[in-house]
């Protein structure tokens, strides 16, 4: 199947301070991805659609100027966490659809301070 | 907004039992797919079911989906330690929309 990377795999930083997530499909293009947040031991909820060349969509609830998603490529798309807060500690997961198909990152799993 | 209960959310078994989970909606899917996730680790997709009615077996591990294709089963077949994971189903709505909608997951644990 289709490969989806994420970088980093984990990160700790402090309040007030920015992280950026990386999201590449190694094998395949996508136009679309997705970011989804993941709470300890629940189900994952979906966060935003990034879509290539255009403005990614956020869910309900999802600050878009908390949560920048740039989509720059074919293969990648980044998710920056802006002045972030010990809520914001969470396993991020991005995945990539090669139609009919979406496939998973391994996760980042960020941690605030 | 479409919801897909899972049940049960959490299954202890022996090894060698035999197991099913459920995932229920009241929404139609166009597809459902099902994940398993181990802790720290993005979910690895296990197949994807798209006619009504459809079955397919992976191994041990036998999918179908429901005539109305409202909802999925999970049977997996003699248990084993290696199956033990989080469980997730995930419908896809259709209509030009690629977004998924999860299940809670079934936390699955296969004691030797």
């Known amino acids: 199947g289709a490969v989806v990377s994420q970088h980093p795999s984990r990160v700790i930083c402090k309040s007030g301070t920015s992280v950026k997530i990386e999201c590449r499909s190694l094998?395949?293009?996508?136009?679309?991805m997705f970011w989804y947040r993941q709470f300890p031991k629940q189900s994952l909820m979906l966060m935003a659609t990034?879509?290539?060349?255009?403005?990614?969509?956020?869910e309900q609830g999802v600050e878009k100027d908390k949560f920048l998603i740039n989509h720059a490529s074919l293969t990648l798309s980044t998710l920056t966490v802006t002045s972030a807060h010990p809520e914001d500690s969470s396993f991020y997961i991005c995945?990539?659809?090669?139609?009919?198909?979406?496939?998973f990152g391994p996760g980042t799993r960020l941690t605030v301070t | 907004t479409q919801l897909l209960e899972q049940s049960p959310q959490f299954l202890s078994i022996q090894e060698g039992e035999n197991l099913t989970v459920y995932c229920n909606s009241s929404?139609?899917?166009?597809?459902l797919q099902w994940y398993r996730q181990e802790p720290g680790e993005g979910p690895v997709l296990l197949v994807t079911?798209?006619?009504?009615?459809e079955v397919k077996k992976l191994k041990r591990l036998t999918f179908q989906f429901g005539d109305a294709r409202k909802d999925s089963s999970l049977h997996i077949t003699a248990a084993q330690p290696g199956d033990t994971g989080l469980y997730l189903c995930?419908?896809?709505?259709?209509?030009?929309?690629?977004?998924?909608?999860f299940g809670k997951g079934t936390k699955l644990s296969v004691i030797p």
């Open positions: 079911v798209v006619t009504g009615g």
């Open positions: 995930a419908g896809a709505s259709g209509a030009g929309s690629y977004q998924l909608t």
């Open positions: 995945s990539a659809r090669e139609d009919p198909f979406e496939y």
């Open positions: 990034s879509n290539e060349g255009s403005k990614a969509t956020y």
């Open positions: 094998d395949f293009q996508a136009t679309t």
């Open positions: 929404s139609v899917f166009s597809s």
